[in-house]
């Protein structure tokens, strides 16, 4: 923040604040929670995100579902598992997760005679973040002692990619380990 001036850092805080505050005043709030977040992202504030989404929770539960997913993974690393249970649809957020991962492999396939840097690039990405968001919501059921859903979606996740490292960190996720993030 030490790039700031005073009076722009003073500037930016208040334009946080008022997205904090239509983010409270408004149902159809995702798209100023998103810019809130990405504020506090910046800022190293994500602490203020988090305070924000359990105002939310407390205040009302369906508006704090509609921007639960922009704040899921800083839930899960402040280890707010029962809060994100909560909010879970797991067989329906697995169903997402794996079938992002197969448009992007088909979508790569069919370029496999030019592979570019830049398909290389985004296929690392689609394999990291299916191992991500997989592990992420099988550890989540795990922790919150859903074990049998747990087992249930590492079956289907395994179905997705046949890859060793991939099919450990599912089997870590069963035990209630939890991916590193992707930054």
């Known amino acids: 923040m030490t790039r700031f001036l005073p009076a722009a850092l003073e500037a930016f805080l208040q334009a946080r604040e008022r997205t904090r505050e239509r983010v409270l005043a408004d149902d159809d709030c995702w798209r100023q929670f998103h810019e809130y977040r990405a504020f506090n992202r910046y ?3 994500d602490s203020d995100t988090i305070d924000l989404f359990l105002q939310l929770h407390a205040e009302s539960k369906p508006i704090a579902s ?6 899921k993974d800083l839930l899960v690393g402040s280890q707010r598992y029962e809060l994100c ?5 797991p067989a329906e957020e697995l169903r997402l997760v794996l079938e992002s991962f197969r448009w992007d492999r088909e979508e790569l396939a069919g370029n496999i005679a ?7 690039l985004r296929w690392e990405f689609a394999r990291k973040r299916l191992t991500r968001d997989a592990a992420s919501l099988i550890a989540l059921m795990a922790v919150t002692n859903q074990p049998q859903q747990a087992k249930k979606l590492a ?3 395994k179905e997705a990619w046949d890859d060793e490292v ?3 960190t599912i089997d870590n996720a069963i035990a209630g380990e939890f991916p ?4």
């Open 180 to 183: 590193k993030p992707l930054r």
């Open 155 to 157: 079956a289907q996740a």
């Open 43 to 45: 800022l190293k504030a």
């Open 66 to 71: 509609r921007v639960y997913y922009l704040a």
């Open 85 to 89: 249970a909560h909010y879970s649809y």
């Open 114 to 120: 030019v592979f570019s840097v830049t398909d290389e």
């Open 166 to 168: 991939y099919h450990q």
